[in-house]
């Protein structure tokens, strides 16, 4: 099976910062990596598909990159709203997709 | 408007049986597959395996298979997951979410809470 490791396991910010969370993958998964934001309780919201495409809908401060094991999500400008926990998943190998262990985005 | 709608909070003993549903609505059902994700308490998400209601392929994660049984009927725009006997380590959020070409999951539902205790 295909390994997310997503980094760091929590982030403090504050409101205004830009955030960066990285996601790897143990063997390449070329643009195959989706981005989700789940707050407590709820279900998954789907952010960033295809590594880099936003997801209508979603917010422009929000935006994907990397291709084979290396991605970033990144946040230009954290709003309250952000404050959620992050997972990556790939998609590269039909029917094993899995998901990275999440990022927690707390207020600092 | 695109959704899907699970049913209710199961409370289980170990050794039952049982079977959660997920029925879509305000798309074509048959033309996109399900997956079902798994979340245990205070935990990540868990990708347990995918449905294709128009023909029923089935795939399951190597960590689910022969654990649960992924089904649909198309007929009613549901999808399924069961367990022929619960154990206390199945207690979860579990979740279905409309998955285009089998790829991201674009629509979620609302989740399924089941506890099994004795």
């Known amino acids: 099976d295909i390994q997310m490791t997503q980094s760091p396991s929590t982030l403090s910010a504050s409101v205004g910062d830009r955030v960066t969370i990285t996601c790897r993958a143990s063997?390449?998964?070329?643009?195959?990596l989706a981005w989700y934001q789940q707050k407590p309780g709820k279900a998954p919201k789907l952010l960033i598909y295809k590594a880099s495409s936003l997801e209508s809908g979603v917010p422009s401060r929000f935006s994907g990159s990397g291709s084979g094991t290396e991605f970033t999500l990144t946040i230009s400008s954290l709003q309250p709203d952000d404050f959620a926990t992050y997972y990556c998943?790939?998609?590269?190998?039909?029917?094993?997709?899995?998901f990275g262990q999440g990022t927690k985005v707390e207020i600092k | 408007e695109v959704q899907l709608v699970q049913s209710g909070a199961e409370v289980k003993k170990p050794g039952e049986s049982l079977k959660i549903s997920c029925k879509g609505s305000?798309?074509?059902?048959?033309?996109?597959?399900i997956g079902w994700v798994r979340q245990m308490p205070g935990k990540g998400l868990e990708w347990m395996g995918i449905?294709?209601?128009?023909?029923?392929?089935?795939r399951y994660s190597p960590s689910f298979q022969g654990q649960v049984t992924i089904s649909a009927d198309k007929s009613i725009s549901t999808a399924y997951l069961q367990w022929s006997s619960l154990k206390a380590s199945d207690t979860a959020m579990y979740y279905c979410?409309?998955?285009?070409?089998?790829?991201?999951?674009?629509?979620w539902g609302q989740g399924t809470t089941v506890t099994v205790s004795s």
């Open positions: 979410a409309r998955t285009p070409e089998g790829e991201s999951m674009d629509v």
């Open positions: 998943q790939q998609y590269n190998s039909f029917g094993t997709w899995t």
């Open positions: 449905i294709y209601p128009g023909d029923s392929d089935t």
């Open positions: 063997q390449s998964i070329s643009s195959w």
């Open positions: 305000g798309y074509s059902f048959t033309s996109y597959w």
